[in-house]
């Protein structure tokens, strides 16, 4: 059963546009949502990140936000950008144990 | 600035055979992890450790062993391979700081293919 979704495998973007790419979560017990990104053949590498106790991050043109009460999150990249498109994982956080990956959402900027 | 390495990039087996994936970190983290990447399933935790001799079971642990003897290494074994473990498997580290101010961040290694036929 998995405890982080992204229901959306793939979304396509104007250049210039926004992208919202969204996740959701079942378990109240995570303290820390982050978001990856990843590029074939590459490890992933973090974006960014948001307490469980707040509701919005932001670092650039990446915003998290956190909706607790619906336990769901997205991520909003403003402007989107050709070398934006990869592979975006949404993860989750117990408290200092483990971490919890969703299946991934594959964006593309389209130029 | 190494950061976490993985080896070996590419590897076949054939079923029933053992190996040993490394994983070793030069930040001194103290959590260390292994991932598998599989089409539409995304990245899915195998086994953890939290400290140095400190091991726990993710969400698919089967087939897979693991030990933590040193902070900087944390190797994962398959002990008979099987078809359905061939996959991208990803190393992961991170820090644990005081006062609350970890965020959870991973820092990957760049993946170690490994086919089973």
């Known amino acids: 059963d998995q405890q982080v979704k992204q229901n959306s495998p793939s979304l396509s973007v104007q250049e210039g546009r926004i992208s919202i790419l969204n996740c959701d979560y079942t378990n109240s017990m995570f303290d820390y949502f982050l978001w990856y990104k990843k590029y074939p053949a590459e490890g992933p590498t973090f974006l960014i990140s948001?307490?469980?106790?707040?509701d919005k991050n932001e670092d650039g043109r990446f915003t998290v936000f956190l909706n607790k009460s619906a336990k769901h999150l997205s991520l909003h990249i403003v402007p989107s950008q050709p070398g934006d498109s990869a592979v975006y994982f949404c993860a989750a956080r117990y408290s200092y144990d483990k971490v919890i990956f969703g299946p991934g959402t594959s964006l593309s900027v389209i130029p | 600035n190494a950061g976490v390495t993985q080896t070996p990039k590419f590897q076949v087996l054939k079923t029933g055979q053992s190996m040993t994936l490394q994983c070793a970190q030069d930040?001194?983290?103290?959590?260390m992890s292994w991932y598998r990447q599989d089409p539409g399933m995304g990245l899915r935790l195998i086994h953890y450790?939290?400290?140095?001799?400190?091991?726990d079971q993710g969400e698919v642990p089967n087939g897979y062993n693991v030990s933590r003897s040193t902070t900087e290494d944390f190797p994962l074994r398959l002990l008979s391979a099987a078809p359905s473990q061939t996959s991208v498997y990803f190393c992961?580290?991170?820090?644990?700081?005081?006062?609350?101010?970890?965020?959870?961040?991973?820092?990957f290694g760049e993946g170690s293919r490994l086919t089973v036929l």
């Open positions: 930040m001194n983290h103290e959590y």
């Open positions: 948001i307490s469980s106790i707040k």
């Open positions: 992961a580290s991170s820090y644990e700081g005081t006062s609350g101010s970890s965020t959870g961040e991973l820092f």
């Open positions: 450790s939290v400290g140095a001799g400190i091991t």
